[in-house]
């Protein structure tokens, strides 16, 4: 079955730097669009960043010029490089696999950022 594993949250203090790591595994990786959201506490899920199959991105506006998602097929693992944490980054992460007929999602990893 298919399994999506997040890892790299952490503490880390305003302005600092963390990678979140996304492994899958169970399924085809490469060809496939992978998400990463987030929900902080008392708020919606949202998405952060977007990576297509071929590489094209895309950003939220409030991480855009901070965070660059990346994908590494031959480990089938997607990345987010955080830079620049702000407080209102604080939120558990989420990597996702979606398509017509499936999704999947990480249990999430916890990123705090202190002011």
């Known amino acids: 079955q298919v399994q999506l594993v997040e890892s790299g949250g952490g503490l880390v203090q305003a302005g600092g730097s963390l990678r979140l790591s996304c492994a899958a595994s169970g399924t085809i990786f490469s060809g496939n669009g992978m998400g990463w959201y987030r929900q902080a506490p008392g708020k919606q899920r949202e998405l952060v960043a977007f990576?297509?199959?071929?590489?094209?991105?895309d950003y939220a506006d409030s991480v855009k010029g901070r965070f660059t998602i990346s994908r590494d097929n031959a480990k089938n693992t997607v990345y987010l490089q955080m830079n620049s944490l702000k407080p209102d980054d604080t939120a558990v992460y989420y990597c996702r696999m979606s398509g017509a007929s499936y999704d999947y999602w990480g249990q999430g990893t916890q990123v705090t950022v202190s002011s």
């Open positions: 990576i297509t199959g071929y590489g094209t991105t």
